[in-house]
């Protein structure tokens, strides 16, 4: 049986992922400092981004030892490699959902201290939201073979309507989720701490904080929208993709406290991102007529995306802070 059919998840193994991921929340809210709201300094965001980096890697070693043991070497590197790639896909996709996070942290003025929290419940309710697609999703491809030609061809119409739109900032204030909110729930003018509701006068009234929640789990949600598909291209082993989403999206707080104050400096991975995708979209409608090895999907997203940051930064060293007029 070929490599790409075999689904590897066995019960303990799901199990084992679920109490990882517990745990890990577990920690982070309860003895990191979850609990408390503070300012996340650069140092403390970028430990965190190394550590899940590292735990990524170590989680794709485990892997190829386990499979290498049980289902023999091909299988061991075709499933460590799929893993890998829809690992650096979902990573990827998942900045550009950081661009959105700092508009909606700007556009409500949310103070950096109250941050933290509310970010911590975006990351449950996507996992939630993620858990459910994808399983939902598998379940249709594998009924429905001709729905990844249609994932496809999603993917290369949002790439290229990311490309046309990718210097138009969205308007908040003409949200239609927000506004159905604001004319739905009573809310305060003031923040009050990390609380979503208060209650004022024997009356409960929404905090902007819940605001930032709703528009938060709706972000995600449309992230999710656009990233399942895309992994789809790379294989639809139920285990691998929801895995691989799980550690991009724990490790989408750090990353976003790590670049959000120089979010300006890479204007150029939002083109580097569509191409990602009109480029997954595109590998997905050949599949009948093309097969691609995951190595060169590996090689071409990880080149594009890295090429789009350096250039970045490459076109923006001249708009560091101390060399910014007053």
């Not at 995708?277 to 009948?288: A, E, Q, R, Y």
Request: charged content about 15%; glycine content about 8%; overall charge neutral.
């Amino acid at each position: 049986m070929p490599a790409t059919n075999i689904n590897i998840g066995e019960p303990w193994m799901w199990g084992a992922f679920i109490v990882f991921v517990l745990a890990m929340l577990a920690l982070d809210l309860f003895v990191f400092g979850g609990r408390k709201a503070h300012r996340v300094s650069v140092r403390e965001a970028l430990a965190w981004v190394i550590a899940w980096c590292l735990l990524a890697l170590s989680f794709a070693a485990l892997l190829w030892w386990y499979l290498h043991g049980t289902f023999g070497g091909e299988i061991a590197r075709q499933k460590t490699l799929e893993f890998l790639t829809g690992y650096l896909i979902e990573q990827s996709l998942s900045i550009d959902n950081m661009f959105i996070f700092v508009m909606i942290f700007s556009y409500f003025a949310v103070p950096p201290e109250l941050q933290r929290r509310v970010l911590l419940y975006g990351v449950l309710g996507a996992i939630v939201m993620r858990a459910v697609m994808i399983f939902a999703g598998v379940w249709l491809v594998s009924q429905f073979e001709w729905l990844l030609y249609a994932f496809g061809v999603f993917l290369i119409i949002t790439g290229i309507k990311m490309l046309v739109f990718a210097d138009q900032q969205p308007d908040l204030e003409k949200n239609p989720l927000l506004r159905w909110v604001r004319g739905h729930l009573r809310v305060t003018s003031g923040f009050h701490g990390e609380r979503f509701f208060v209650l004022q006068n024997g009356v409960r009234w929404a905090t902007p904080m819940f605001l930032v929640l709703v528009l938060i789990e709706a972000s995600d949600l449309m992230f999710a929208v656009d990233s399942i598909p895309a992994i789809f291209a790379v294989t639809t082993d139920p285990f691998i993709v929801f895995t691989s989403n799980i550690f991009a999206i724990m490790g989408l707080r750090a990353l976003y406290f790590l670049l959000a104050d120089m979010a300006d400096r890479f204007h150029l991975l939002k083109y580097g991102l569509a191409i990602v995708l009109v480029f997954i979209g595109g590998k997905m409608t050949l599949m009948p007529w093309f097969h691609m090895p995951v190595e060169w999907s590996l090689a071409v997203v990880g080149g594009v995306i890295l090429g789009s940051v350096l250039l970045s930064l490459l076109l923006t060293r001249d708009k560091t802070p101390e060399n910014q007029s007053p």
